[in-house]
């Protein structure tokens, strides 16, 4: 059972930066895709970015693109959010997410594609 564990959280001023990291208990995340989604408060959790297993794909909400930037280490089991030019609009509780798939270009945005979940690490971004 592959768990993850979220950090890096944190209050920041609007225009601050943060990066989120997501640690994986296998001893390896190759065939992992990895993202991000994220859940404010009364909204629903919602597709952030994600990244495929080799790296070579990646994907971006709307919202994030050109702010946000998602990364991978798979020697060190981990993967990064970038997160730039913070709005108040991006506060949320963060939660990192894996799928297993063996193709190269792999990355779904659908929430039900996930079965793997951190616990969430909160962001606040202040006006």
């Known amino acids: 059972q592959l768990q993850l564990v979220e950090s890096g959280g944190g209050l920041v001023q609007a225009g601050g930066s943060l990066r989120l990291s997501c640690a994986a208990s296998?001893?390896?995340?190759?065939?992992?895709?990895m993202a991000w989604f994220r859940q404010a408060t009364g909204e629903e959790r919602e597709f952030v970015a994600g990244i495929s297993w080799s790296g070579s794909s990646t994907a971006y909400a709307d919202s994030v693109k050109g702010r946000f930037s998602i990364a991978r280490d798979n020697a060190k089991i981990t993967s990064y959010l970038q997160m730039n030019n913070l709005k108040p609009e991006d506060t949320a509780v963060y939660y990192c997410?894996?799928?297993?798939?063996?193709?190269?270009?792999?990355?779904?945005?659908?929430?039900?594609?996930?079965?793997?979940w951190g616990q969430g690490t909160q962001v606040t971004v202040s006006s």
């Open positions: 997410a894996a799928v297993y798939c063996s193709g190269v270009g792999c990355v779904w945005t659908t929430r039900d594609e996930y079965p793997y």
């Open positions: 296998e001893r390896a995340l190759d065939r992992y895709v």
